[in-house]
């Protein structure tokens, strides 16, 4: 099976600028993650999506963080404005019951 | 609240001799256990989970971790350790009271395996 598909791979921006991440779960997978991992640190689960709708967003910084998952299938993360501390990789995972498929990440280095 | 500790920051091998990996744990309920390993620049690829039953889980690569509720322990084990086995490690841990919650990872244990 296809596994689970991000984009882009690295994103480089200044402070104060807007990214925005993509993410297709693998097909059938009901439960979708967005996981930000600082360097030298574990995830840390930012937003989980239950088909479309959100069953946690807990620690989101809801201030400069979004994300939305339409239609239940594809997700977007976006960042704005973006702060130097936002660095990190971000992960996407998807889940059909107890254990998570991950992307490879997408890499953001705000400067 | 749950938690997940990875005591070692890193642990160093040599290749053949057995490796050992420690995680402990912490949740309300029973707990559903995880390990992954990530590979530089990649994602995090599962190799295990024990969820019940048997204490011993085996799971991919070799590897196999042994629940210990008492110790509320789950460690990382392989008898024999390859240089590929080098990579960063995670333990996590999920409330099995809310079977659909959400993962709490340590904070990685990085493996060198040197031949």
């Known amino acids: 099976e296809a596994g689970v598909a991000q984009s882009p791979r690295y994103k480089i921006i200044e402070k104060r600028q807007s990214v925005a991440f993509w993410c297709n779960p693998i097909?059938?997978?009901?439960?979708l993650y967005w996981y930000q991992q600082i360097l030298g640190q574990g995830p840390k689960l930012l937003i989980q999506?239950?088909?479309?709708?959100?069953?946690?967003d807990s620690q989101l910084p809801k201030d400069r963080f979004s994300a939305e998952r339409l239609k239940g299938v594809d997700s977007t993360l976006k960042i704005q404005p973006a702060k130097l501390e936002d660095s990190a990789v971000y992960l996407c995972a998807s889940s059909p019951a107890q254990s998570l498929h991950f992307g490879n990440g997408t890499r953001l280095t705000v400067t | 609240a749950q938690s997940v500790a990875q005591p070692e920051d890193q642990v160093n091998v040599a290749e053949g001799n057995p490796l050992t990996v420690k995680c402990t744990y912490s949740?309300?309920?029973?707990?559903?256990l995880f390990w992954y390993v990530q590979y530089p620049n990649r994602g995090l690829q599962f190799l295990l989970k024990?969820?019940?039953?048997?204490?011993l889980v085996k799971g991919s690569y070799g590897f196999e971790a042994e629940f210990n509720k008492s110790q509320t322990s789950f460690h990382l084990k392989k008898p024999s350790a390859l240089v590929s086995d080098s990579a960063l490690y995670f333990c996590a841990v999920r409330d099995g009271v809310n079977q659909g919650g959400k993962l709490i990872f340590g904070q990685g244990t990085e493996l060198s395996v040197k031949p």
């Open positions: 949740v309300s309920g029973n707990p559903y």
């Open positions: 999506f239950q088909n479309n709708g959100v069953v946690d």
């Open positions: 024990y969820i019940t039953g048997d204490n």
């Open positions: 097909s059938g997978h009901a439960t």
